[in-house]
Protein backbone atom coordinates (compact mmCIF):
# COMPACT_ATOMS: atom_id res chain seq x y z
CA UNK A 1 0.00 0.00 0.00
CA UNK A 2 1.50 2.74 -1.45
CA UNK A 3 0.90 6.15 1.61
CA UNK A 4 0.99 9.85 2.11
CA UNK A 5 1.83 10.85 5.42
CA UNK A 6 1.12 14.48 6.98
CA UNK A 7 0.69 16.03 10.26
CA UNK A 8 -2.65 16.83 10.47
CA UNK A 9 -1.96 20.20 12.54
CA UNK A 10 -3.13 23.24 13.45
CA UNK A 11 -0.22 24.37 12.79
CA UNK A 12 0.42 28.38 14.42
CA UNK A 13 2.70 30.11 13.02
CA UNK A 14 3.36 34.23 13.62
CA UNK A 15 2.88 36.74 10.55
CA UNK A 16 6.39 36.84 9.00
CA UNK A 17 7.81 33.57 9.83
CA UNK A 18 8.68 30.73 8.02
CA UNK A 19 6.37 27.76 8.35
CA UNK A 20 7.74 24.30 7.75
CA UNK A 21 5.04 22.05 6.38
CA UNK A 22 6.18 18.21 6.05
CA UNK A 23 5.32 15.09 4.07
CA UNK A 24 6.86 11.62 4.40
CA UNK A 25 5.63 8.52 1.65
CA UNK A 26 6.19 5.20 2.01
CA UNK A 27 7.97 3.46 -1.34
CA UNK A 28 11.72 4.57 -2.89
CA UNK A 29 10.25 4.19 -6.50
CA UNK A 30 8.12 7.69 -6.54
CA UNK A 31 8.68 9.90 -9.44
CA UNK A 32 7.08 13.39 -8.53
CA UNK A 33 5.63 15.30 -6.12
CA UNK A 34 3.37 17.80 -5.41
CA UNK A 35 2.37 21.11 -3.11
CA UNK A 36 -1.39 22.16 -2.79
CA UNK A 37 -3.05 24.78 -0.84
CA UNK A 38 -6.67 24.60 -0.89
CA UNK A 39 -8.75 27.36 0.98
CA UNK A 40 -11.45 26.08 3.07
CA UNK A 41 -14.42 25.20 0.54
CA UNK A 42 -12.47 25.66 -2.47
CA UNK A 43 -10.36 23.29 -4.48
CA UNK A 44 -6.76 22.16 -3.98
CA UNK A 45 -4.31 25.03 -6.26
CA UNK A 46 -1.11 23.68 -7.42
CA UNK A 47 1.59 25.68 -5.79
CA UNK A 48 4.93 23.36 -6.07
CA UNK A 49 6.21 20.44 -8.17
CA UNK A 50 9.50 18.92 -7.65
CA UNK A 51 11.14 15.91 -9.47
CA UNK A 52 14.51 15.46 -8.37
CA UNK A 53 16.42 15.81 -4.78
CA UNK A 54 17.21 18.85 -3.57
CA UNK A 55 15.63 22.09 -2.92
CA UNK A 56 13.35 23.89 -5.47
CA UNK A 57 12.20 28.16 -4.66
CA UNK A 58 9.30 29.78 -6.11
CA UNK A 59 9.12 33.07 -4.52
CA UNK A 60 8.27 32.81 -1.10
CA UNK A 61 8.07 29.14 -1.16
CA UNK A 62 10.59 26.47 -1.21
CA UNK A 63 10.47 22.82 -2.00
CA UNK A 64 12.96 20.46 -0.40
CA UNK A 65 12.79 16.71 -1.41
CA UNK A 66 15.15 13.76 0.06
CA UNK A 67 14.06 10.81 -1.85
CA UNK A 68 16.63 8.65 0.28
CA UNK A 69 15.07 9.89 3.40
CA UNK A 70 11.26 9.85 2.00
CA UNK A 71 10.38 13.09 2.66
CA UNK A 72 9.36 15.99 1.13
CA UNK A 73 8.64 19.87 2.77
CA UNK A 74 7.46 23.31 1.99
CA UNK A 75 8.77 26.08 3.71
CA UNK A 76 6.71 29.23 3.14
CA UNK A 77 9.01 32.49 4.25
CA UNK A 78 7.41 35.42 5.37
CA UNK A 79 4.05 33.99 6.29
CA UNK A 80 0.95 36.37 5.35
CA UNK A 81 -2.68 35.84 6.80
CA UNK A 82 -3.14 34.80 3.20
CA UNK A 83 -0.87 31.38 3.54
CA UNK A 84 -3.87 29.61 6.08
CA UNK A 85 -5.11 27.26 4.56
CA UNK A 86 -4.85 23.19 4.07
CA UNK A 87 -1.22 22.45 2.41
CA UNK A 88 -1.81 18.86 0.69
CA UNK A 89 1.15 16.88 -0.29
CA UNK A 90 0.78 14.57 -3.43
CA UNK A 91 2.93 12.40 -4.55
CA UNK A 92 3.11 10.04 -8.24
CA UNK A 93 4.31 6.35 -7.42
CA UNK A 94 5.44 6.05 -11.15
CA UNK A 95 1.47 4.93 -11.94
CA UNK A 96 -2.01 6.55 -12.85
CA UNK A 97 -2.62 8.23 -10.23
CA UNK A 98 -1.56 11.04 -7.11
CA UNK A 99 -1.88 9.89 -3.84
CA UNK A 100 -2.81 12.32 -1.50
CA UNK A 101 -1.71 13.04 2.16
CA UNK A 102 -4.69 14.27 4.67
CA UNK A 103 -3.42 17.83 4.67
CA UNK A 104 -1.96 19.93 7.31
CA UNK A 105 -4.33 22.93 8.00
CA UNK A 106 -2.08 25.88 8.84
CA UNK A 107 -2.66 29.21 10.12
CA UNK A 108 -0.73 32.48 10.30
CA UNK A 109 -1.44 34.19 13.20
CA UNK A 110 -0.96 38.61 12.60
CA UNK B 1 -6.43 30.99 -20.68
CA UNK B 2 -9.52 29.43 -19.29
CA UNK B 3 -8.42 27.13 -16.23
CA UNK B 4 -10.38 23.66 -15.91
CA UNK B 5 -14.30 23.73 -15.36
CA UNK B 6 -16.77 21.89 -14.19
CA UNK B 7 -20.53 21.70 -13.62
CA UNK B 8 -22.81 22.20 -11.76
CA UNK B 9 -21.12 23.51 -9.32
CA UNK B 10 -23.65 21.84 -6.22
CA UNK B 11 -26.07 19.41 -6.93
CA UNK B 12 -28.93 17.45 -4.13
CA UNK B 13 -29.98 14.68 -5.07
CA UNK B 14 -31.84 11.46 -3.25
CA UNK B 15 -30.93 7.67 -2.41
CA UNK B 16 -31.06 5.63 -5.33
CA UNK B 17 -30.90 8.42 -8.29
CA UNK B 18 -27.98 8.55 -10.75
CA UNK B 19 -25.89 11.70 -11.49
CA UNK B 20 -23.64 13.05 -14.41
CA UNK B 21 -20.60 15.24 -13.61
CA UNK B 22 -19.17 17.02 -16.18
CA UNK B 23 -15.38 18.53 -16.50
CA UNK B 24 -13.70 20.64 -19.82
CA UNK B 25 -9.60 20.26 -19.36
CA UNK B 26 -7.67 23.15 -19.84
CA UNK B 27 -6.96 23.78 -23.73
CA UNK B 28 -4.04 21.82 -25.12
CA UNK B 29 -4.41 18.85 -21.98
CA UNK B 30 -5.55 15.57 -23.41
CA UNK B 31 -5.69 13.80 -19.72
CA UNK B 32 -8.43 13.87 -16.76
CA UNK B 33 -8.34 12.90 -13.74
CA UNK B 34 -11.75 12.20 -11.49
CA UNK B 35 -10.64 12.34 -7.68
CA UNK B 36 -13.56 12.27 -4.79
CA UNK B 37 -12.82 14.09 -1.36
CA UNK B 38 -14.81 13.80 2.16
CA UNK B 39 -14.29 16.38 4.67
CA UNK B 40 -11.10 16.44 6.24
CA UNK B 41 -9.77 13.97 3.80
CA UNK B 42 -6.95 14.25 0.84
CA UNK B 43 -8.83 13.70 -2.82
CA UNK B 44 -9.24 9.83 -3.35
CA UNK B 45 -8.04 8.83 -6.96
CA UNK B 46 -11.07 7.65 -9.12
CA UNK B 47 -10.44 7.69 -12.50
CA UNK B 48 -7.94 8.72 -15.31
CA UNK B 49 -7.95 8.76 -18.77
CA UNK B 50 -5.98 9.85 -21.56
CA UNK B 51 -6.78 10.11 -25.22
CA UNK B 52 -10.19 8.83 -24.62
CA UNK B 53 -9.14 5.14 -23.26
CA UNK B 54 -9.01 4.63 -19.42
CA UNK B 55 -5.42 4.35 -17.92
CA UNK B 56 -6.38 3.68 -14.27
CA UNK B 57 -9.39 3.05 -11.67
CA UNK B 58 -9.16 3.44 -8.37
CA UNK B 59 -11.25 1.43 -5.43
CA UNK B 60 -14.52 2.32 -6.50
CA UNK B 61 -17.47 0.08 -7.08
CA UNK B 62 -19.19 -0.13 -10.28
CA UNK B 63 -21.87 2.23 -9.50
CA UNK B 64 -19.09 5.11 -10.93
CA UNK B 65 -18.33 5.32 -14.57
CA UNK B 66 -16.55 7.73 -16.92
CA UNK B 67 -15.63 8.59 -19.76
CA UNK B 68 -13.51 11.23 -22.34
CA UNK B 69 -15.18 12.70 -25.41
CA UNK B 70 -13.33 13.25 -28.29
CA UNK B 71 -12.70 17.16 -27.14
CA UNK B 72 -10.87 15.55 -24.04
CA UNK B 73 -14.08 16.77 -22.28
CA UNK B 74 -14.96 14.16 -19.61
CA UNK B 75 -18.26 13.28 -17.70
CA UNK B 76 -18.25 11.11 -14.42
CA UNK B 77 -21.45 9.08 -13.61
CA UNK B 78 -22.55 7.33 -10.77
CA UNK B 79 -25.71 5.08 -10.41
CA UNK B 80 -27.93 4.40 -7.28
CA UNK B 81 -26.44 6.98 -5.14
CA UNK B 82 -25.71 6.21 -1.03
CA UNK B 83 -25.65 8.55 1.84
CA UNK B 84 -21.78 7.98 1.61
CA UNK B 85 -21.55 9.53 -1.72
CA UNK B 86 -22.00 12.86 -0.87
CA UNK B 87 -18.45 14.58 -1.48
CA UNK B 88 -16.58 17.16 -3.48
CA UNK B 89 -15.94 15.71 -6.76
CA UNK B 90 -12.75 17.00 -8.08
CA UNK B 91 -12.04 17.05 -12.12
CA UNK B 92 -8.20 17.26 -13.05
CA UNK B 93 -6.41 18.05 -16.21
CA UNK B 94 -2.90 17.13 -16.71
CA UNK B 95 -1.08 17.79 -20.65
CA UNK B 96 0.00 13.81 -20.67
CA UNK B 97 -0.79 11.81 -17.14
CA UNK B 98 -0.76 11.81 -13.26
CA UNK B 99 3.23 12.45 -13.03
CA UNK B 100 3.19 15.62 -14.23
CA UNK B 101 1.07 18.95 -12.96
CA UNK B 102 -2.16 18.17 -12.34
CA UNK B 103 -4.80 21.64 -12.25
CA UNK B 104 -8.12 20.84 -10.11
CA UNK B 105 -11.27 22.36 -11.55
CA UNK B 106 -13.51 24.01 -8.77
CA UNK B 107 -15.54 20.85 -8.04
CA UNK B 108 -18.71 19.86 -7.48
CA UNK B 109 -20.37 19.39 -4.62
CA UNK B 110 -23.01 16.49 -4.45
CA UNK B 111 -25.16 16.16 -1.47
CA UNK B 112 -27.11 12.90 -1.11
CA UNK B 113 -30.16 12.69 0.50
Known amino acids: QKEVEQNSGPLSVPEGAIASLNCTYS??????FFWYRQYSGKSPELIMS????GDKEDGRFTAQLNKASQYVSLLIRDSQPSDSATYLCAVNFGNEKLTFGTGTRLTIIP | DAGVTQSPTHLIKTRGQQVTLRCSPISGHKSVSWYQQVLGQGPQFIFQYYEKEERGRGNFPDRFSARQFPNYSSELNVNALLLGDSALYLC????????????FGPGTRLTVT
Open chain 2, 92 to 103: ASSLTGASYEQY
Open chain 1, 27 to 32: DRVSQS
Open chain 1, 50 to 53: IYSN
